[in-house]
Each structure stands twice: as structure tokens, then as C-alpha cells.
């Protein structure tokens, strides 16, 4: 039998063709949020925190240790009780530590930084330099603070992640999730399991935009999320279409705004045609925030066609031939080991005739 070792040197349990592939150089190093991608998809401006933590157990009452080195490490964003992450064990309470240096080109001109988290299951309390600068609770939802002020004016800064994760010990969204694996439940995925990092914004910023197609009218409703103050901010939406401004959108920033496409083009399975989309943010300082994603064109309903309840995708029925994929990995758990992985994994089930996952 094969044996496939990690980058720690442990043998993982069950491989996969991407687990050798995976070291502290390069976990997950592409930009996570491509749907808000600041400024633009092509060079986001952000600092990858994922690699190697410090890691140890704790307990409920323990301090939060700023300042003092942890027993042992782990590579983010793996779970602690995945192959990948170099731990392989779970515990109900750990505790992350690193440092960073904040480049200072992120704190000019007034900008504020903020430290994200894609997921950490359960309940998360981050300190930056000793200073609380977020609570969390919640395993499949992201998270993010703005840090600027609990910065020091140079040197490395210190993160520390202090979590909880009882798993199936209390009563909280875990879907297949336990402790004592059996059957047809699985293995705990605890810890950060997806990317850190951090990326300068203005003052006034957007913090994601929601776009939702509406077939019927040909048109796109774009509702933007923004951290600070949005009093007199306005948002500016355009579409593209091969490198062509296909529509555009201004108005009040707290507003919905509808952009109009004409003659749109539909997206489906067969025909995943999606339009580029760049959304900026004036806040009444003048100051701008800009963020690039795609989104596509597209209605689906349920309706009766020939007495007989169908989906319709575009207005056509469509009969939806389907995978359940659980989303977990032998080696990464809840986390792919590779985007190469996570599109594989995709593009496989399309070439075996499946039109949804």
C-alpha cells in the first residue's frame, strides 16, 4: 500500500492526489472572496495569513496568553483534526497565535485594517496586542474586525485566536459532524478551517455586495453591506461583457439600485456565462472603495407544466441530475486541500453528465 506522508511528516490516514502537494509556503495562497475582490479580481490588495500558527489545547478558564510562545503549531486553514493541519486531534478548547507585520503602506492616508476570517467553528474571541477585537460564534459563517486601533506604530503585531468547539457536546449546528465518528457521521472539523487575512480599507468601505438577477426584467438588484458611516455615500455599479460596460447604476449607497441589461445574456448550466461586475463606493469625504466579482443572469421558480410541478430554469423546465457531495475531504476535512482540488472536484461531476451538486 502507498503511503502518503504531509508536510509534517505524518501519514495521512486516507490521501488524496493533492496531500503531498500541500506545504506552509502555499495553503490556500489565492485570494478567498473573488466575488469581492478590492480593488480588482486581477491584484487584490491583502496579506495572506494562512501557514503555520502556534497551537495548544486549553481549558474554559485558562488566560489568554499574549505575549508567550504556545507548546506546538498547526498549518492554516486546517482543521486540527485533519491530516493536513499537522495535529490531528481535536480538543474543546485550543488557542491560535502568530505575528505579523502590517505593511505601513495599509495605514496611510487614514485607511483602517481589517482582519478576516473566512470560518472558525464554534465560538472564537480574537485579540490583537492583547486587545479583544472580535467574538464569534457560529462554524460556517465569516467574520471580520477592524483592528487599526489595537495596532502598535511598528514591529511585528500579535494575533491570538482563542476557540471553543464542543461539537455534538452541546446542542449547535453541526451537521454531520462527532466526536465518536460511526455510520454515516463523520469526523469533528473544529479550529479555523478556512483563510485569514487582512486588507486595508477606507474609512467608509463596502463590506460585500449582494447582486440578485431578476430575469423578468432584465435587470440586476445590487444591495451593498458597508462598514461605517454611509450618510450621503453613493454606489456605483457597472456590468461588463467582454472587457464592453453593458450597464450602470448610481444612487444613494443605503438604497437598493437596479441595473438594466439589455438583451441579457443567460446563464446555465451548459452556458455558465457570467458578467463582470465592478461596484464603487464615493463616501461624502469623497474617499472611494471598489470592489470586482461576476454574477449571472438567471431565474429559477417552480411552475406546473402539464399539471405536473416542475423547476424551471429560464423560464424551461429543467430536470435537475444531481450529486449530494458532503464537502469533506479525507485529507482536509472541510477544507480542500488545493483550489486545484475543489475545481477537480467540480469539473469531474459536470463530465459525467451532472448538472448540479
Known sequence: MTVTRTWSGTVAPLATPWTA?????????????????????????WTNLNG?????????DAAVPVG????????????????????MEHHGHMVYRRTVAVPASYRTGGQRVRLNFGAVGYRAAVHVNGTQVAGHVGGYTSFSADITDALTPSGPQEIVVVVHAPVDCETIPVGKQR??????????????????????????????????????????????RIHGDASGAVLSVTAHEGGTVVGGVSGSATDPLRLRIPAPHRWSPDDPFRYALTSTLTAADGRTDTLEGAVGMRSIEVAEVAGVQRIMLNGEPIFLLSTLDQGYWPDGLYTAPTDDALRFDLERTKALGFNTV
Do not use: H, K, M
Open 68 to 87: 508567550q510562545d504556545l507548546t506546538g503549531q498547526i498549518l492554516v486553514p486546517f482543521a486540527p483534526e485533519s491530516a493536513l493541519s499537522g495535529v
Open 179 to 224: 466526536l465518536t465518528p460511526f455510520e454515516v457521521f463523520y469526523t469533528a472539523a473544529s479550529g479555523i478551517w478556512q483563510t485569514v487575512w487582512l486588507e486595508p480599507v477606507p474609512p467608509v468601505s463596502l463590506a460585500s455586495v449582494t447582486v440578485t438577477p431578476d430575469l423578468a426584467t432584465s435587470s440586476f438588484v445590487v444591495t451593498a
Open 21 to 45: 502537494d500541500v506545504t506552509p509556503a502555499n495553503a490556500l495562497p489565492d485570494y478567498p472572496r473573488p466575488q469581492c475582490s478590492r480593488p480588482s479580481v486581477a491584484a487584490p490588495r
Open 52 to 60: 503555520l500558527w502556534q497551537f495548544q489545547p486549553s481549558t474554559a
